[in-house]
């Protein structure tokens, strides 16, 4: 098995020499674990899983890559969901999209919403909670399970409210608002409010892993008409012991998120405090240089900041970046026909570092990146992969998923708001 090496260096010595551990004080008291668990039927598609980035911060590709024709894509098993939903038509992403519209989730987490049981995405890009629910037509539900407000005690509607979360412009969530009990791994709130969608994107009905979204971000972008409403994290963090969550999103497919206190035991070597600034609405924070590899350090210069998003699998960065990257990669190129940039399966992937805040530097390690099987190459039966990597198009702002997100132990902190980076325990 090979040895995923991750680290947090300080950005001025660029060395990974072991630091010592400033151990904070222990504190004992309550903490909520919740266990993310990988869909047992997940099937990685890096294509899907960047279209699906794309969309939900509204970028819309420019850049397009070389026209391969040695290339054949993978044959997906197809989505088995009511086989008569019409999978979209090929779109410049060429035949790879048709393959799939599989929702890309590759994670969910148990939460109790007055007392249902909903398995659920936390998704620290957004700041809405919603689940399926009854208001639903039959075709939009089909393989979810579905919050039944009529069977929950403790459920209110919020009268004249409403919600209206656009992911980009192919997957989105309207309706009505309620409030209700919510208990995340014991963290409990008791006047949630949680979006009843009347109707939902076709890209969310497919993905029957998840039956709704919870939205971690900061509540200045929960979308809640006439007013704004906080999200489960905020609303929790007066009773906790801190007030953080962290993630241990480990990539072996089990991982923890915990409310309330920071597990010493989870992380090794120093932990970096990021300052984070929320005016987006996001945990949004400086990332103005990299290096590919032992390569020397570079600025950023298109979009130096970046948000830690829970809810996007893949790691999007400023085009450079990932021009850089797959120079260093052999055989690699940008594609059309994957969207992406794609190289042979057995070509060395070398670590990729980031500069978190401006003074710490983060890495992933290079066989975190090696995303997923994407095709052939029919003319030499090569395998293809997809890179974890990938380019934001230029937009604005750099979004690290969970490619990134799995090489580290993070602590999302609301003093500050801050973020805490740190690597994981062996
Ligand atoms: C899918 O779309 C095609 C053409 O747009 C149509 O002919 C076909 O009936 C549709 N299939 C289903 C199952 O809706
Ligand atoms: C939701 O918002 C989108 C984009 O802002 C808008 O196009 C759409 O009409 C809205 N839908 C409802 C039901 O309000
Ligand atoms: C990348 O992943 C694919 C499967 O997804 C695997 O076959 C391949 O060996 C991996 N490449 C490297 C260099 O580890
Ligand atoms: C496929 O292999 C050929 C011969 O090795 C190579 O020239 C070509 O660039 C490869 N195509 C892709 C998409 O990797
Ligand atoms: C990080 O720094 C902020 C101040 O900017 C502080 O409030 C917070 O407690 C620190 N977080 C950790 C985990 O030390």
Not at 6 to 34: E, W
Not at 108 to 126: A, K, Y
Not at 238 to 257: C, N, Q, R
Not at 357 to 368: E, K, Q, R, Y
């Amino acid at each position: 098995m090979q040895f995923l090496q991750s680290f947090i260096c300080l950005l001025v010595f660029f060395t990974c020499s072991a630091l010592s551990v400033p151990t904070r004080p222990q504190r004992k008291g309550r903490s909520f674990k919740v266990g993310r668990i990988r869909r047992s039927d997940y099937v990685p598609f890096g294509p899907a899983a960047l279209r699906k980035a794309y969309s939900k911060y509204g970028i819309t590709p420019t850049q397009f890559g070389l026209d391969i024709l040695d290339f054949e894509p993978i044959k997906l098993k197809p989505f088995d969901s009511e086989a008569s939903r019409n999978v979209s038509e090929p779109d410049q992403t060429g035949a790879v999209s048709a393959q799939s519209v599989q929702d890309d989730a590759e994670f969910v987490s148990p939460v109790m919403v007055g007392g249902q049981m909903m398995v659920m995405n936390f998704d620290t890009g957004s700041s809405d909670m919603w689940v399926f629910n009854t208001q639903l037509d039959e075709r939009s539900t089909q393989g979810h399970t579905v919050f039944d407000p009529a069977k929950s005690a403790t459920f209110q509607p919020m009268e004249g409210a409403s919600f209206n979360i656009t992911y980009g412009d192919s997957s989105f969530a309207v309706g009505g608002v309620g409030t209700d009990t919510v208990n995340i791994g014991g963290a409990t709130v008791t006047r949630q409010a949680i979006g009843l969608p009347t109707q939902v994107s076709q890209s969310f009905a497919e993905d029957t892993a998840s039956n709704g979204l919870v939205g971690l971000a900061f509540s200045s972008i929960n979308t809640i008409q006439p007013q704004r409403q906080k999200t489960f994290f905020e609303n929790v963090a007066p009773d906790l012991d801190e007030p953080v969550m962290t993630a241990l999103l480990k990539s072996d497919g089990v991982g923890e998120y915990e409310f309330g206190t920071i597990d010493q035991s989870k992380f090794r070597g120093r932990m970096a405090n990021i300052s984070i600034d929320n005016s987006n609405g996001f945990w949004q924070f400086e990332s103005a240089q990299f290096a590919v590899g032992r390569g020397p350090l570079q600025r950023i210069r298109a979009a130096p900041t970046a948000i830690a998003d829970t809810g996007t699998t893949l790691m999007l960065v400023s085009p450079e970046v990932a021009a850089a990257y797959y120079e260093q990669v052999e055989g690699a190129v940008f594609a059309n026909v994957a969207g992406g940039f794609i190289y042979p399966c057995d070509s060395a992937l070398p670590d990729l570092s980031v500069a978190v805040g401006n003074a710490n530097l983060a890495t992933v390690p290079g066989s975190l990146i090696n995303f997923s099987e994407v095709g052939t190459n029919t003319t030499n039966g090569q395998k293809i992969c997809f890179g974890g990597v990938q380019s934001n198009q230029g937009s604005g702002l750099q979004i690290y998923g969970d490619v990134f997100l799995k090489s580290m132990f993070v602590v999302f902190d609301q003093r500050g708001p801050s973020l805490g980076l740190a690597s994981p325990a062996r």
